[in-house]
C-alpha cells in the first residue's frame, strides 16, 4: 500500500492512498460468503454457491462494492498510523480507481490536529484574587443561615417586597382560560428574581382577599410564549422573621455552644473557600495567559462540534429549570447575535486550550495510569451521584475509556504549567499551589515532615511505578470499586469515631 498526504490547509489534509489489488482478496472472500448467505441458486445449499454464479446472480460489481467497503476501514487506519497524523472527526471518503484484478485507489480528506509549538511558561506571571474573609462575609453567610431557621408570621397589611405571599393564579387569552396556567395556594416571595414578568408589580401593594390583573407572557405550558392576561388574588401575607444571632441560636443551628464559636467556623469555612477558588483560578488563568502567547489554526468542524455540544447542554439545563432559550436571553440582557457571539469565541477558546494541553502532554510524553483513571472516575462519580462502578462499567462499555485518557491527561497537562508559572494575589503575595492545597487538607506541620522524610528515603523507600502507558479497561472497573470501598471504610471508620467521642 502506498500513501501520499497532501496538505490542503494547516488543520486539513488530503491522503491519497493506492492498494495493490491482491491486498483486497481478503475481503472479496468475505464478500463472496456474505452474499452467498443472501441468494438461493437452484442445486446449492445457502452459503455453499460457487463465486461465478454469485458474479453471474448480482453481479461482479456487486461484489467488489461489498469488499471495498469492508477494506475501507482497515485500510484507512493503517494509512493514518503509518503517516503518524492525529485526525478528527470522521474522513470524506472517495473511491477514485477501481480496475477489476488491478488496482484500487481512494482519497480520503479528514481535519487534523495542528502541529505547533508550546511557547514557554516557565515563570509566566499569574494573577489570582485575594484569599481575605471580611466581618461583612461572615455576616452575609450567617444571615443565609439564619434565613433557614426563619419563621413566617401573618400580617394585616397590604404586601411588600421581601414579604411571603400566599397566591392563586388564573391566565386567560382572548377570553379562554388557559387550565395548566392556574394554581392555588402558591407560596412566593415578592421580589424574587426570575418570576412571571410584571407578578412583583401586581402583588406589591395588595392585602388578603384582593387581586389584580395584568398582561404578561406566559413561560410555560402549552400556551408558552403567548401573551396572556393574568389574574393574582393574595390569600394571606406573612413576614420572614430571623432567629437572633446569638448563643441560642448557634445551639440550634450548630454544634458550636456560642456565636463566637459560630462565627470563627463560618470564617474558616470561608478562607478555604477563597483557597479553593485561589487554585481554580490558577489553572483557569495559567491556560488563559498560555493561550495569549501562541496562535493555533482551528478546523471549523472541530469548533461547529464544540459550540453544538454548548447549546445542546445548555437547551437540556433550560429544560430541567423549565425556561425557554428566549426568557434566558431576555434574562442575562442579551441578543441572539450577542449569545451566539459569545459562545463561538468560547468553543474556540476551549479548542485552542485542548489542542495545547495535547501538544504538551505529547512533548513532555505524559502517560496515565490505571491509578490515575479509577481516581478520576470515583471523583467523576460522586459529582454525579453514581457508583463508581456503575459509572466505569458506562464508560468501558460504549467505548470512552480513550476519551477518558484524553482527559486525564490534559489535566496533568495543565497540573505541569500550574508548577511552573508565578501566581500571585491581588496584593502581591505569591503563592505556593501545594501549600494552599495542604492548608485546605488540613495537612499538620508534622504530617508534612513525614511527607517530607518518605520522599528523601528516611522513613520508607517510596515505590517506583513504571509508566506504560497501557490501559487495562477491566482494570478501571475493578479499581474504581476498590477505591470507592476504600473511601466508604474511611467514612465508616470517622463515624464510628465520632461515635466513640
Not at 495559567?286 to 493555533?296: D, F, I, P, Q, T
Request: charged share 35%; no cysteine.
Amino acid at each position: 500500500m502506498k500513501t501520499a498526504v497532501e496538505e490542503l490547509t494547516p488543520t486539513r489534509v488530503k491522503l491519497t492512498i493506492e492498494v495493490p489489488f491482491e491486498e483486497l482478496k481478503p475481503s472479496l472472500d468475505k464478500a463472496y460468503k456474505e452474499l452467498a448467505k443472501q441468494v438461493r441458486l437452484k442445486g446449492f445449499r445457502p452459503g455453499k454457491a460457487p463465486a461465478r454464479l454469485i458474479d453471474q446472480y448480482v453481479g461482479r460489481g456487486a461484489v467488489l462494492q461489498e469488499a471495498v467497503n469492508d477494506a475501507l476501514p482497515g485500510l484507512y487506519g493503517a494509512a493514518i498510523e503509518e503517516k503518524e497524523l492525529f485526525v478528527l472527526g470522521q474522513p470524506e471518503v472517495e473511491v477514485t480507481k477501481l480496475d477489476d484484478g488491478k488496482e484500487f485507489e481512494f482519497t480520503a480528506e479528514v481535519d487534523v490536529r495542528p502541529t505547533f509549538e508550546v511557547p514557554e511558561y516557565e515563570g509566566l506571571p499569574v494573577t489570582v484574587d485575594d484569599a481575605v474573609v471580611t466581618d461583612e462575609e461572615v455576616a452575609e453567610t450567617l444571615d443565609n443561615l439564619r434565613e433557614r431557621f426563619a419563621t413566617l408570621t401573618t400580617v394585616e397589611r397590604a404586601a411588600a417586597e421581601g414579604d411571603t405571599a400566599t397566591i392563586d393564579l388564573s391566565a386567560a387569552i382572548d377570553g379562554e382560560t388557559v387550565e395548566d396556567a392556574a394554581t392555588k395556594g402558591y407560596s412566593y416571595e415578592v421580589g424574587t428574581e426570575g418570576a412571571i414578568e410584571g407578578l412583583n408589580e401586581a402583588i406589591t401593594g395588595l392585602s388578603a382577599g384582593e387581586s389584580k390583573t395584568f398582561t404578561t407572557t406566559l413561560v410555560a405550558g402549552s400556551r408558552q410564549g403567548e401573551e396572556a392576561e393574568v389574574t393574582v388574588t393574595v390569600q394571606s401575607v406573612k413576614v420572614k422573621e430571623l432567629p437572633e444571632a446569638d448563643d441560642e441560636f448557634a445551639q440550634l443551628a450548630s454544634e458550636f455552644d456560642t456565636i463566637e464559636e459560630l462565627k470563627d467556623d463560618v470564617r474558616r469555612r470561608l478562607d478555604r473557600q477563597k483557597k479553593m477558588n485561589q487554585i481554580g483560578q490558577a489553572r483557569d488563568k495559567a491556560l488563559e495567559a498560555l493561550l495569549e502567547k501562541v496562535e493555533v489554526p482551528l478546523p471549523e468542524s472541530v469548533v461547529e462540534s464544540e459550540k453544538s455540544r454548548r447549546n445542546e447542554q445548555l437547551d437540556q439545563q433550560l429544560a430541567y429549570a423549565g425556561l425557554t432559550r428566549e426568557a434566558y436571553l431576555a434574562e442575562e440582557e442579551k441578543t441572539p447575535e450577542e449569545f451566539d457571539a459569545e459562545l463561538d469565541e468560547a468553543a474556540r477558546k476551549a479548542v485552542k486550550g485542548g489542542f495545547i494541553l495535547d501538544q504538551l502532554a505529547l512533548t513532555e510524553e505524559l502517560g496515565v495510569e490505571n491509578e490515575e483513571l479509577s481516581e478520576y472516575v470515583v471523583s467523576q462519580a460522586m459529582q454525579m451521584n453514581l457508583p463508581p462502578q456503575q459509572l466505569a462499567q458506562y464508560l468501558t462499555e460504549n467505548n470512552q475509556i480513550p476519551a477518558l485518557v484524553a482527559e486525564v491527561l490534559r489535566s496533568k497537562a495543565l497540573n505541569l504549567i500550574v508548577e511552573h508559572v508565578k501566581i500571585s494575589d491581588e496584593s502581591g503575595n505569591e503563592l505556593d499551589l501545594e501549600a494552599l492545597r495542604r492548608e485546605i487538607n488540613g495537612e499538620t506541620a508534622a504530617e508534612e515532615a513525614v511527607e517530607e522524610a518518605e520522599e528523601t528515603g528516611e522513613v520508607a523507600e517510596a515505590e517506583v511505578v513504571e509508566e506504560t502507558g497501557e490501559v487495562a479497561e477491566a482494570e478501571v472497573v475493578e479499581e474504581a470499586g476498590e477505591s470507592a470501598e476504600t473511601a466508604e471504610a474511611k467514612d465508616a471508620e470517622d463515624e464510628e469515631g465520632s461515635a466513640k467521642a
